[in-house]
C-alpha cells in the first residue's frame, strides 16, 4: 500500500524565529535630571553636613517654638474658663447700693458683697429658719436696735423693711461698721462676731485654747462659724480680684485676715 508523503513544513526565516522567541524589549526610560541634586552632590561632604545639622536646629527650634505658643495659649483658655467660672459663682447686684452705705460705714465693699454672698445670695427676699431676713440676714432684735441706734425706731419702723434691700443694706453695713469698730478692723472677728455674735467671740478671745493674746483669734472653735468665716473671706477676696480691687499699698499694709 503506497503511503502518501507527509507533508513538508516550511521553515520560518532565522531571523523571524530570533525575534518570535525573544521577549518584547521596552526601551528603558532615562532618569530625569535634578539640576539641584548635582548642585548639592558638588558641594563638599563637611559643608553639607554643616548645613544639614543647621537645618534640623531651625527645625527643632521652630518645633518647640510652635509648641510653646500652643501650650500658653492652652492656660490661656483655662485660665479664662476659670475666670469666668468663677465670676458666675460670685455675681454682683446692688452694686451702687452696696459701694454707696460701704464708703459711708468706712467698710471694704468686697467685704460687704462676700457677706451678702454668703448669707442670702443676694437674694432680697431671703428668711433664714431663724427668723432673719434679707441680703444680709439681720435677726429682729439686731435690726430694732440698728434701727434705735439710727434714730429711726419710730412708729414707722417696722421688720418688714428689712425686705428692702436699701434698707438692709444700710442697717447691716451699720452694723458691720460697728464690729469692725469694736474688734479692731480684724475682718475674722468682724465675721465670727457677724455670725456666731459678739459675745461668743469675746468668750473665745479669753480663752487661751482659742487665742494665745487675748487679741488674736488663733481658732475658731465652732465648726459652722469657722466654715462661714472660711466662706466669706475667700469671697471678699474673688470680690476684690474682679469688682473692688485694693491698691497695691494698701495690699502691702493689709493684714492676712482684713
Not at 505658643?69 to 447686684?93: D, F, K
Not at 451678702?116 to 440676714?137: K, N, Y
Not at 434705735?148 to 443694706?169: Q, V, W
Request: aromatic residues 8%; proline residues 6%; hydrophobic residues 40%.
Amino acid at each position: 500500500m503506497n503511503q502518501s508523503p507527509a507533508p513538508m513544513r516550511r521553515r520560518r526565516p532565522a531571523q523571524a524565529v530570533d525575534a518570535a522567541a525573544q521577549p518584547h524589549r521596552r526601551r528603558a526610560r532615562q532618569a530625569p535630571e535634578h539640576p539641584l541634586r548635582d548642585v548639592w552632590m558638588r558641594v563638599p561632604a563637611a559643608l553639607r553636613t554643616v548645613i544639614l545639622g543647621l537645618c534640623l536646629v531651625l527645625f527643632i527650634t521652630a518645633t518647640v517654638a510652635v509648641t510653646r505658643s500652643y501650650m500658653a495659649a492652652q492656660e490661656e483658655r483655662r485660665r479664662l474658663e476659670a475666670e469666668a467660672a468663677e465670676r458666675a459663682q460670685h455675681p454682683l447686684v446692688y452694686a451702687d447700693l452696696i459701694t454707696q452705705y460701704a464708703a459711708t460705714q468706712d467698710l471694704d465693699p468686697a467685704l460687704v458683697s462676700a457677706v451678702i454672698l454668703c448669707e442670702s445670695s443676694f437674694d432680697a427676699q431671703a428668711e433664714s429658719r431663724l427668723g432673719a431676713r434679707g441680703l444680709m440676714q439681720l435677726m429682729e432684735e439686731t435690726a430694732g436696735w440698728v434701727a434705735h441706734k439710727l434714730g429711726e425706731d419710730d412708729a414707722a419702723y417696722s421688720f418688714d423693711r428689712l425686705y428692702d434691700p436699701e434698707t438692709n443694706i444700710r442697717y447691716g453695713t451699720w452694723y458691720l461698721s460697728y464690729l469692725s469698730r469694736r474688734f479692731d478692723g480684724d475682718a475674722t472677728k468682724i465675721v465670727c462676731a457677724y455670725h456666731a455674735g459678739q459675745g461668743n467671740v469675746d468668750a473665745w478671745l479669753k480663752n487661751p485654747q482659742y487665742s494665745s493674746d487675748g487679741v488674736t483669734l488663733d481658732v475658731i472653735p465652732t465648726e459652722d462659724t469657722a466654715t462661714y468665716a472660711g466662706r466669706v473671706l475667700r469671697a471678699r477676696d474673688v470680690y476684690r480680684k474682679y469688682y473692688f480691687p485694693v491698691p497695691d499699698e494698701a495690699q502691702e499694709g493689709d493684714s492676712p485676715d482684713a
